[in-house]
């Protein structure tokens, strides 16, 4: 793998070679991209592969003559389970997929190139997007290792869009991709300190992305705020020949950055989802706080305290997860390049076993060998997992919308960032309600509330299906609303944090 940054040949040094010419605004920019990853990478560990072409790209926008797209210039990442043309492998973390060098762009890929952008490079995730063993940590790829919270170093990113996460949270990059089958956008987004959305399932192109659930998998844009993932969904967004399910894509989508500057939260009817809350003192109160926020700007809150059988829709959810990852990956895996010898998910498992001193030295796989246990998409049991699910999800988020005579609902996101730990894995409290919209294939907006001890905690909006620009347009309301916060740190923990290691220290009167 790629890993090195190298600013050598850049003219980001006085009296070099190139300093005499002055760099257009998307060669500056992916510049001062890479300076920044340079100086941050090795604390961080956010990008899996830096794609060596990425300043040729910016310098070849600079010369175009055409109309400059809307994202003309911005460096982007990419989680390393997206296809990106170039010498660039698509791993998924995993290094049974070290050699999947496929030369094509993922549609999206494709639509975010049109639009301007610069492919920066791909970004780390947990291996097989979190779905390789029950133990696993997040944020660790037995390719790239370990990525860190940039709010507190010896903190967890979430994942499983990790890197996508803590890299727009360390300031490398102002939006990356990441892709969510349940929390793995929203809960990056959550604890790194920035804004993340989960589309409707069917608004963006699943093509070329390594998968998970075609019932529930969707890319997304995370970004520093709400209007710059606006304009990522807006050049994402569109219907793909190659994925059915995005046949409404096209009349569906919009400029999702039209009226975010003078969105109002005045009158606003939000239900607030009190049975999504109470596993979390810290976050509660910034709950609260956000509560006090949406009312001051005219919003009606309406209580909603009591939830659907959530234990129920998440064992269907599991068992349609293993069946469909099963389907997908050998799909997949059948269209990667002869140098690619893993050709189906048993040929994984049996790479995992003959490297395990690396891929299996720090947990096991035993989802993968439970997906690989299943008896496919015509299996009864799968049939009726997926019914449940679809409909238990479903009908709770339209039934709480409707009951409750509200536009939007409203949760915690996630927990704040806990510690890395490779002894027990992830060991977080968990509650907030995204898994209803992951599994409903509804979209859902995160929103940074505040830090706590140098952490951040994120605001959900949830809504209906295609209600993307009504959850972007509060999510602005709100962000405006709320002020600004503190960049990410880089402390090596939170009691070195510049707000907490004040107090830790004796008074001297």
Same mark, same amino acid.
């Given at each position: 793998?790629?890993?090195?940054?190298?600013?050598?040949?850049?003219?980001?040094?006085?009296? &070099?070679?190139?300093?005499?010419?002055?760099?257009?605004?998307?060669?500056?920019?992916?510049?001062?991209?890479?300076?920044?990853?340079?100086?941050?990478?090795?604390?961080?560990?956010?990008?899996?592969?830096?794609?060596?072409?990425?300043?040729?790209?910016?310098?070849?926008?600079?010369?175009?003559?055409?109309?400059?797209?809307?994202?003309?210039?911005?460096?982007?990442?990419?989680?390393?389970?997206?296809?990106?043309?170039?010498?660039?492998?698509?791993?998924?973390?995993?290094?049974?997929?070290?050699?999947?060098?496929?030369?094509?762009?993922?549609?999206?890929?494709?639509?975010?190139?049109?639009?301007?952008?610069?492919?920066?490079?791909?970004?780390?995730?947990?291996?097989?997007?979190?779905?390789? =063993?029950?133990?696993?940590?997040?944020?660790?790829?037995?390719?790239?290792?370990? $990525?860190?919270?940039?709010?507190?170093?010896?903190?967890?990113?979430?994942? &499983?869009? &990790?890197?996508?996460?803590?890299?727009?949270?360390?300031?490398?990059?102002?939006?990356?991709?990441?892709?969510?089958?349940?929390?793995?956008?929203?809960?990056?987004?959550?604890?790194?300190?920035?804004?993340?959305?989960?589309?409707?399932?069917?608004?963006? =192109?699943?093509?070329?992305?390594?998968?998970? =659930?075609?019932?529930?998998?969707?890319?997304?844009?995370?970004?520093?705020?709400?209007?710059?993932?606006?304009?990522?969904?807006?050049?994402?967004?569109?219907?793909?020949?190659?994925?059915?399910?995005?046949?409404?894509?096209?009349?569906?989508?919009?400029?999702?950055?039209?009226?975010?500057?003078?969105?109002?939260?005045?009158?606003?009817?939000?239900?607030?989802?009190?049975?999504?809350?109470?596993?979390? $003192?810290?976050?509660?109160?910034?709950?609260?706080?956000?509560?006090?926020?949406?009312?001051?700007?005219?919003?009606?809150?309406?209580?909603?305290?009591?939830?659907?059988?959530?234990?129920?829709? =998440?064992?269907?959810?599991?068992?349609?997860?293993?069946?469909?990852?099963?389907?997908?990956?050998?799909?997949?895996?059948?269209?990667?390049?002869?140098?690619?010898?893993?050709?189906?998910?048993?040929?994984?498992?049996?790479?995992?076993?003959?490297?395990?001193?690396?891929?299996?030295?720090?947990?096991?796989?035993?989802?993968?060998?439970?997906?690989?246990? $299943?008896?496919?998409?015509?299996?009864?049991?799968?049939?009726?997992?997926?019914?449940? &699910?679809?409909?238990?999800?479903?009908?709770?988020?339209?039934?709480?919308?409707?009951?409750?005579?509200?536009?939007?609902?409203?949760?915690?996101?996630?927990?704040?960032?806990?510690?890395?730990?490779?002894?027990?894995?992830?060991?977080?409290?968990?509650?907030?309600?995204?898994?209803?919209?992951?599994?409903?294939?509804?979209?859902?907006?995160?929103?940074?509330?505040?830090?706590?001890?140098?952490?951040?905690?994120?605001?959900?909006?949830?809504?209906?299906?295609?209600?993307?620009?009504?959850?972007?347009?509060?999510?602005?309301?709100?962000?405006?609303?709320?002020?600004?916060?503190?960049?990410?740190?880089?402390?090596?923990?939170?009691?070195?944090?510049?707000?907490?290691?004040?107090?830790?220290?004796?008074?001297?009167?």
């Amino acid at each position: 793998m790629n890993k090195a940054w190298s600013l050598v040949g850049l003219a980001l040094v006085p009296g &070099s070679v190139q300093a005499a010419s002055v760099p257009g605004p998307a060669e500056a920019a992916t510049q001062a991209a890479i300076e920044w990853a340079t100086r941050i990478e090795p604390l961080v560990n956010s990008i899996l592969e830096r794609n060596p072409d990425a300043l040729a790209e910016a310098r070849a926008l600079d010369r175009q003559r055409k109309a400059r797209g809307p994202l003309f210039g911005m460096p982007i990442l990419v989680k390393d389970n997206i296809d990106v043309a170039g010498p660039m492998p698509t791993t998924a973390g995993s290094r049974a997929l070290a050699a999947n060098v496929t030369g094509r762009d993922a549609p999206i890929v494709a639509r975010l190139r049109a639009s301007g952008a610069v492919m920066l490079g791909k970004t780390n995730l947990s291996e097989w997007a979190n779905f390789r =063993s029950s133990d696993s940590i997040s944020g660790w790829s037995s390719v790239a290792g370990q $990525t860190r919270n940039p709010n507190a170093l010896d903190r967890n990113p979430c994942g &499983s869009s &990790s890197g996508s996460g803590a890299a727009v949270g360390a300031g490398i990059v102002d939006a990356a991709v990441g892709t969510e089958t349940n929390g793995s956008i929203i809960c990056p987004s959550s604890v790194n300190g920035i804004v993340g959305l989960k589309p409707t399932v069917g608004l963006v =192109s699943r093509t070329h992305i390594v998968p998970i =659930s075609a019932s529930q998998d969707t890319a997304g844009p995370m970004a520093k705020d709400v209007r710059t993932a606006a304009l990522l969904l807006t050049a994402m967004a569109g219907s793909d020949p190659a994925d059915p399910v995005t046949a409404e894509a096209d009349a569906r989508t919009q400029d999702y950055a039209k009226g975010l500057e003078t969105a109002s939260l005045k009158g606003v009817r939000i239900g607030v989802l009190r049975w999504a809350t109470g596993w979390s $003192t810290p976050v509660d109160a910034a709950f609260e706080r956000a509560l006090e926020t949406l009312r001051a700007q005219g919003a009606v809150l309406v209580d909603i305290k009591e939830g659907p059988d959530r234990q129920a829709i =998440s064992k269907a959810e599991f068992q349609v997860l293993l069946s469909e990852f099963k389907a997908g990956v050998n799909a997949y895996l059948a269209t990667t390049p002869p140098a690619v010898k893993t050709r189906t998910l048993a040929d994984v498992i049996a790479f995992n076993k003959a490297d395990a001193a690396r891929s299996l030295g720090l947990f096991g796989q035993d989802l993968l060998e439970k997906a690989e246990a $299943t008896k496919g998409l015509d299996d009864p049991v799968y049939k009726e997992a997926r019914a449940t &699910s679809l409909k238990g999800a479903s009908d709770a988020i339209a039934g709480m919308l409707a009951s409750a005579g509200v536009e939007v609902l409203v949760a915690p996101s996630a927990p704040a960032a806990w510690k890395i730990d490779t002894v027990n894995g992830d060991q977080a409290p968990f509650g907030g309600a995204g898994g209803l919209a992951a599994v409903a294939g509804t979209p859902h907006l995160t929103v940074p509330m505040e830090r706590k001890f140098g952490l951040p905690m994120g605001l959900s909006f949830l809504g209906p299906k295609w209600g993307e620009a009504r959850l972007l347009q509060l999510g602005a309301a709100y962000e405006r609303a709320r002020g600004p916060l503190a960049p990410a740190s880089l402390a090596p923990n939170v009691e070195g944090a510049p707000q907490v290691a004040p107090l830790l220290k004796p008074v001297v009167d």
